[in-house]
Nanobody, 119 residues
């Protein structure tokens, strides 16, 4: 199991900004993708943003233009810059690192970070 340690998050007002970090205990270059999911109370965990090999990024529609995912391979860390925050962004955010093994894949998860946006 690869250890992923999250930091950042917390409380912000609507329209504000927060940044999440996810540091891996190994080189992140080995992962086929890394990214962020979020889970609001009573809801399932949904994809927020992904960064794949070749720096290809993917975002869920509701955060496009507001959130930016990036990675620093030298620091083995990925980031999620969240701007123009909305109350509906409130959730626990999880970092994920995925490695593919043929037709199967293995996901490693961070511990989760609470993000609360007040109106």
């Amino acid at each position: 199991q690869v250890q992923l340690v999250q930091s950042g998050g917390g409380l912000a007002q609507a329209g504000g900004s927060l940044r999440l970090s996810c540091a891996a205990a190994t080189s992140i270059a080995v992962f086929d993708l890394m990214g962020w999911y979020r889970q609001a109370p009573g809801k399932k965990r949904d994809m927020v943003a992904l960064v794949k090999s070749g720096e290809r990024t993917e975002y869920t529609d509701s955060v496009k233009g507001r959130f930016t995912i990036s990675r620093d391979i030298a620091k083995n860390t990925i980031y999620l810059e969240m701007n123009s925050l909305k109350p509906e962004d409130t959730a626990v955010y999880y970092c994920v690192a995925r490695r593919n093994y043929g037709l199967e894949s293995l996901d490693h998860w961070g511990q989760g970070t609470q993000v609360t946006v007040s109106s």
